[in-house]
Nanobody, 121 residues
């Protein structure tokens, strides 16, 4: 079982920055096929992928955040970060950490509790 704990959300003005953290209770990246990522869900909208980082270190971003957000990880701390710069009001959402863990040929998905990010003046 994987447990994910997020932190770092809050209220920020447009153009500001925030860093989200997601700590797992065990190492995720020891298996090459695993990955961790950040999703977000705004009111009335579907949950969408924001950024993902694989065990090999490759990253992928939603077009809407490319050049503004960076996903990184600290393997020693079992933690993934989302560095968010140049924030816009449309980035307002609940952000969820996700771990995709390969188990017996299938992926199991684990989610954090979510952290609110509000971008407003």
């Amino acid at each position: 079982q994987v447990q994910l704990v997020e932190s770092g959300g809050g209220l920020v003005q447009p153009g500001g920055s925030l860093r989200l953290s997601c700590e797992a209770n065990r190492s995720i990246f020891t298996i090459n096929a695993n990955a961790m990522g950040w999703y977000r869900q705004a009111p009335g909208k579907r949950r969408e992928l924001v950024a993902i980082i694989s065990s090999g270190g490759s990253t992928n971003y939603a077009d809407s955040v490319k050049g503004r957000f960076t996903i990184s990880r600290d393997n020693a701390k079992n933690t993934v970060y989302l560095h968010m710069n140049s924030l816009k009001p449309e980035d307002t959402a609940v952000y969820y950490c996700n771990a995709a863990v390969l188990s017996w040929g299938n992926y199991e998905h684990y989610w954090g509790q979510g952290t609110q990010v509000t971008v407003s003046s």
